[in-house]
Structure formats: structure tokens, C-alpha cells
């Protein structure tokens, strides 16, 4: 039918449509256009915020480094205050902990990795912060403390460290046949695979000193395995200090 119009009417179609559909074409250019720019704006704060906390982070760990604890106490409160949605939040809560057990300051430093437990987005940090708190539980003569701190949470791929940190906790609390199925269930679960363990000669030389201690009938895998069941996925694995160091 277009064929048998002259271009004058065809002109006049094509401004008919124009002011029917005008408003909506330019409303979806405006739309796109503010949308990209939205992107690219909050992509380029995205790294400026970024970049600035690890900048805070890392005059922080030069403060520790230096020993000025003052110092690394204000960066903490600016990142908290300023960059609470950064990673370098929890990493500076971690730094504080470890300074804080160096010092035997054991109170302070549980509170620094209870923080990260609790509030940490990243759910593998905060397992490692978890298992961190219960061994300065264990440090501070509070075994029962440890095992709940351990206790109604899904490991993930943690698994045979908190089975080893829990038999920590039952040893402290001169429960050795409790202990050695824990440590066993730990060597059994980092055995097939489940990853997130620790140091597996020392968790070995742990269950070597309770055996001879312990009569055969008293202690079992399975139940302790079951208490802890493997998942799937893998972490990366944190450091499994001895019981009596708990600022790894």
C-alpha cells in the first residue's frame, strides 16, 4: 500500500508517528542514558571506596607494625565508620585480635573476633572468626564458652577444625575420651576430603597422647561425625595452632 503513496504522504506518516510515539522514544533514550551513567558512576565509587579503605588498611597494619596501637585504633573506627561495606572492616578486626592475644589481652580480643562472627557478610570469615573465638575461650579457661560458641552452626567445609577445636575444648574441660572421638572424628573427616582442616601431624600427635589414656570402649568416630557432617564447597583453610596459642 506505502507504494502507492506519494512521498509527501508518506512524510506526513512518518510525522504522525513521530508525535504519537516522540515522547516514549526520547522518555526510553533518557531512561538507558541515565541508567549507563548510573552504572559507570557507581562502578567508579564502588573502586574509589575501595581503594581508600585498603589504603586505611594497610597504614594500619604499618601502625601495628610500629607498635602504635593508638594509631591502628582510630583507622579501625574510620573504617567502621566510613567504609562498613569494605572487606577491611573484618580484616581489622582480625589484626586487633591478634594483637590483642599477643598482648594477653584475651577479653579484647574476643570481642574483636565475636564482631567478626556475628556481623561478617563473608560466611567463611566468620567460620574462621569462630573458630578463632572458641580457642581463646579454651586460653581463657572457658571450654564450655567454646563448645557453644561451635555448637547450632553449619561448619561449611570447616568440618575436621571444628572437631579438633571442640576436642580442644573437651580436654580443657578434662574430658578425655570426649576429646580423643573429636580429634579422631577430625582426622576422619579431613581423611576423605573435607577440607579446612589444620595441622594434620599435630591433631595425629594428639590423638597418639590420649589413647593410651583412654580405654578402647570409650570413645567413637560416628558419633562425633555425626554431630559435624561434611559439606560441599571448599574454603580456604586457616591456621590450627596448638590449644594452648590461640591467636591463629
Given at each position: 500500500?506505502?507504494?502507492?503513496?506519494?512521498?509527501?504522504?508518506?512524510?506526513?506518516?512518518?510525522?504522525?508517528?513521530?508525535?504519537?510515539?516522540?515522547?516514549?522514544?526520547?522518555?526510553?533514550?533518557?531512561?538507558?542514558?541515565?541508567?549507563?551513567?548510573?552504572?559507570?558512576?557507581?562502578?567508579?565509587?564502588?573502586?574509589?571506596?575501595?581503594?581508600?579503605?585498603?589504603?586505611?588498611?594497610?597504614?594500619?597494619?604499618?601502625?601495628?607494625?610500629?607498635?602504635?596501637?593508638?594509631?591502628?585504633?582510630?583507622?579501625?573506627?574510620?573504617?567502621?565508620?566510613?567504609?562498613?561495606?569494605?572487606?577491611?572492616?573484618?580484616?581489622?578486626?582480625?589484626?586487633?585480635?591478634?594483637?590483642?592475644?599477643?598482648?594477653?589481652?584475651?577479653?579484647?580480643?574476643?570481642?574483636?573476633?565475636?564482631?567478626?562472627?556475628?556481623?561478617?557478610k563473608d560466611k567463611q570469615?566468620?567460620?574462621?572468626?569462630?573458630?578463632?573465638?572458641?580457642?581463646?575461650?579454651?586460653?581463657?579457661?572457658?571450654?564450655?564458652?567454646?563448645?557453644?560458641?561451635?555448637?547450632?552452626?553449619?561448619?561449611?567445609?570447616?568440618?575436621?577444625?571444628?572437631?579438633?577445636?571442640?576436642?580442644?575444648?573437651?580436654?580443657?574441660?578434662?574430658?578425655?575420651?570426649?576429646a580423643l572421638t573429636e580429634y579422631?572424628?577430625?582426622?576422619?573427616?579431613?581423611?576423605?576430603?573435607?577440607?579446612?582442616?589444620?595441622?594434620?601431624?599435630?591433631?595425629?600427635?594428639?590423638?597418639?597422647?590420649?589413647?593410651?589414656?583412654?580405654?578402647?570402649?570409650?570413645?567413637?568416630?560416628?558419633?562425633?561425625?555425626?554431630?559435624?557432617?561434611?559439606?560441599?564447597?571448599?574454603?580456604?583453610?586457616?591456621?590450627?595452632?596448638?590449644?594452648?596459642?590461640?591467636?591463629?
Amino acid at each position: 500500500m506505502d507504494d502507492y503513496l506519494s512521498e509527501k504522504e508518506q512524510w506526513e506518516r512518518v510525522l504522525r508517528w513521530l508525535r504519537e510515539n516522540g515522547l516514549w522514544i526520547l522518555a526510553g533514550v533518557v531512561v538507558g542514558a541515565v541508567a549507563i551513567f548510573g552504572w559507570q558512576w557507581w562502578n567508579t565509587h564502588i573502586d574509589k571506596v575501595n581503594g581508600e579503605a585498603s589504603a586505611k588498611y594497610e597504614q594500619l597494619q604499618l601502625d601495628l607494625g610500629k607498635g602504635d596501637r593508638t594509631g591502628a585504633l582510630i583507622l579501625v573506627a574510620e573504617l567502621q565508620r566510613d567504609y562498613a561495606s569494605t572487606p577491611y572492616v573484618d580484616q581489622a578486626h582480625l589484626a586487633m585480635a591478634r594483637v590483642y592475644v599477643d598482648s594477653k589481652e584475651l577479653d579484647k580480643a574476643a570481642a574483636e573476633l565475636r564482631a567478626v562472627s556475628q556481623q561478617s557478610k563473608d560466611k567463611q570469615l566468620a567460620l574462621v572468626a569462630r573458630v578463632r573465638l572458641a580457642r581463646v575461650q579454651i586460653a581463657q579457661q572457658k571450654p564450655d564458652d567454646a563448645l557453644a560458641t561451635l555448637d547450632g552452626v553449619d561448619p561449611g567445609a570447616f568440618v575436621p577444625l571444628f572437631h579438633e577445636v571442640r576436642g580442644d575444648a573437651e580436654f580443657a574441660k578434662g574430658n578425655k575420651a570426649a576429646a580423643l572421638t573429636e580429634y579422631r572424628a577430625a582426622r576422619t573427616a579431613d581423611a576423605s576430603g573435607a577440607g579446612g582442616g589444620g595441622d594434620t601431624s599435630l591433631l595425629d600427635l594428639k590423638i597418639s597422647d590420649l589413647v593410651a589414656a583412654v580405654p578402647p570402649s570409650a570413645s567413637s568416630v560416628p558419633a562425633a561425625a555425626a554431630a559435624l557432617a561434611p559439606t560441599s564447597g571448599s574454603a580456604p583453610s586457616p591456621a590450627a595452632p596448638a590449644p594452648q596459642n590461640p591467636s591463629k
